[in-house]
Each structure stands twice: as C-alpha cells, then as structure tokens.
C-alpha cells in the first residue's frame, strides 16, 4: 500500500518459526505511549501461552509520543498510515496482516488481549465474525461513561439489530475477531469510527456466521482526551446505519404517508365526514391527503434511487430480492404505469373542465374531483420522470434497468 510503510521489529518467537502465521492481532494506534506496551506483552504472551502462530500489527495513525518505537521494541510489525482516521489505521493494518484470523483490539489497554486464544478458538469453529460483549463480561467502574453504557451503546446496538437482523448485544466493541476470507469480501470503506458498524452491517447482509463471547472492558491507560466525541460520533453512527438502511429511510416513511393520503382522500371524496357536532372534516383535509399522497410518492421515488445506488456502490450486499425487481420493473413498465395514471387524471380533469364549461364557468362545485383526478395526474408524472431517472442511475452505474445487465 502506498499510504502505508512497513517497519519490521522482532517477532514472537511463535512467527520466528518455520510455521505460518495463523493469527493476527491488528491494533490501531494515535499517540499510545502510556499503554500500548501492555497491549503487546498481554497479546505476545498470549500467542506462548495458547501455542499460537502469531504477529502483531500495529497501525500507526502519526504518533509523536514513541509509540512507534515502543512497538518495535515489544516485537511488534509497525505500519506508518497516513491517512488518519480509526476505520484507516484498521484497514491498512489488516490488509498487511499475514495471518488467515484477525482479531482487532484498541491500544488503551481498556481490552485484555490475554483473551485472544478465546476469539482464535470460536474462528476455529467455523464462524465468521467473533464479537467481544462488554455487557455481558463486565464494565469496570470508570471504564466507561454513563451515557454510553445505558443509552448511546444500548440504541445503537438495537437499532444495528431492527434495521440489519445482526443478532449482536455490543455493536461497538472494539475487541473482535473475523476471518481473513470474511474481510476480503466485505469492501469495508469506512475511514472513521463507522468502520465498526460497517462491518458488521456488511457481514449481516451476506449471513455471514457471527457469535459472541464475554469480554471485560477496564479502565484505559492512555493518560489523555479519548478521541471519541460522544454526541458527534453517535450522531454519525445513526446516519451511517440509516444510509445503509434505504427501506427504513424512505420506503416506510414514504409508504406510510401514502398510505394515510390515500385513505384520506378516498374517505372524503364522496362528501364532508362528521366526526363530532363541533368537528366537520371537509375539503381542506382532503387537500391534505392529496399532498400526503404525492410527498409520499416523492419519497418512495427518492427511496428506489438510493436503493439502486447503494446496491451499485456495493453498500447493499442483500442484492437478491434487488435482482428481481430490477428485472421486472423495468422503464417499460414504468412508463406505462405513469402513462396510465398520467391519462387517467387527464381525462378526469377533462371531463370536469367540460361540466363547468356546459355551466357556463359559472361556481366550481366539483372541487372534490379536481383534486382527486389532479393528484393522479401529478402522480402519473412523477411515476415517468422517476422511471427515466432510475434507468439512468441503473445504466450509469452498471446495474440492471431495462436491457442491462446487474454486474
């Protein structure tokens, strides 16, 4: 990698060896001095004690405090990463590591990598992705603050689950294990702290086999300002999981709002509905319905636009049900079903346009009508137009629309 220079210190003795490596422990690192020594020896003892072959990989991030040579001493494989950012560091420093299992873990000695034999053992079982579970192996007071551990973590984590079906009780641990086959083909992207999230949002999208163990969090050692920020970096995790998450950003919402229009408009069009003596629901609130229609409508158009271009852009790996539509709904048809509602609102209009014009454009008493066949006019437009933007998205980014075929 070119943003990434590689400084060999001694190795373990286990990859000193004539054995291959078989796990590698990838620690990414900003200015750790205080605490990373720890890190090391707990890991390097760890690999004597289990008999495993093993390295560690430390990511530097530019730390001037000598974290850099305090790995080299302690027998570390030290990479140089220029671009800063956590999900970087992890990323240049996994794609240097040599072993087929990787296990992650923070340099503030806030994890016991003594515990690495026990992620090594459940990969060795034949799952994917191993997840430390803080809530379930204990936080030590201090270790971390009350705002994560009873509302940030706990919303994240179960929105991760409703959204995704990840079947995880700790979505942001930084203590976890995935194998190398896993990692390649998940394209993780995130330069940020997103880079937890992504993973585990990628690896639930191909099913990927993922499990658990208890892990105790203790207080960290850096000795500085955690470079967590705590509404900033939640607020960017919840934007991150509802871009991944194009049904529950704008296929719900704008289904819901449709929905209601509809009904709204349907209920009052025959005349005004009595809902109390004191409460008469007329031709306003049909106008409403009307606008909740098309806003919905809008929305749902704005959903199939994302859907496409995060299936393209490889955000969304649950391609199949994708495939299928893609294949059937194809700008024909769309065009049909927005020439049909297009002419169907036409005519009604028309047909309404000629009664007040036999009445000489006397009073408009048939508002109701305007607004109902209107409403299917303005769909029919927008259910063109969309048509046309979604087969150019789709051919532009080599997806399936019309005659092209999903790459």
Known sequence: MKRALASEGALPDSAATSRPVEVSVVIPCLNEANSLAYCLDKAMGAFRKAGLSGEVVVADNGSTDGS??????????????????????????????????????????????????RFVEKLREGFDVVMGNRFRGGIKPGAMPSLHKYFGNPS??????????????DSYCGMRGFTRALYDRLDVRSSGMEFALEMIIKSAQIGARITEIPIILWPDKRGRAPHLRSFRDGWR?????????????????????????????????PGPRTIS???????????????????????????????????????DRGTVS????????????????????????????????WQWAASGFGPLHEVRQVLFWSMWL????????????LSMLGISRGTYIGDYDLK
């Open 68 to 117: 850099i040579q305090i790995a080299e001493e302690h027998g570390a494989r030290v990479l140089r990463v220029s671009e800063r950012g956590y999900g970087a560091a992890l990323r240049a420093g996994i794609a240097a590591a040599r072993g087929p299992f990787i296990i992650m873990g923070d340099a503030d000695d806030s994890y016991d990598f003594t515990d690495v034999p």
């Open 156 to 169: 994240l984590t179960a929105m991760l689950n409703l959204f995704f079906q990840a079947g995880i009780g």
């Open 237 to 269: 995790s919840l934007r991150f999981m509802l871009l991944y998450a194009p049904n529950w950003l704008f296929f719900l919402p704008g289904a819901s709002l449709m929905a209601v229009g509809l009904a709204i408009v349907f209920w009052l069009l």
């Open 277 to 315: 003596p004191r409460v008469t629901l007329d031709i306003h609130t049909m106008i409403f319905g009307v606008i909740f229609t098309l806003l919905g409508a809008q929305i749902l158009s704005i959903g199939a636009f994302a859907k496409v271009f995060s299936y393209a852009e490889r955000f």
């Open 322 to 353: 994708l495939k299928r539509v893609l294949r059937r709904v194809t700008l024909e048809t769309g065009l049909l079903l927005g020439g049909v509602l297009f002419l169907a609102g036409l005519a009604g209009c028309a047909w309404v346009t």
């Open 378 to 389: 303005f769909l029919g437009v927008q259910v063109i137009f969309a048509s046309f933007f």
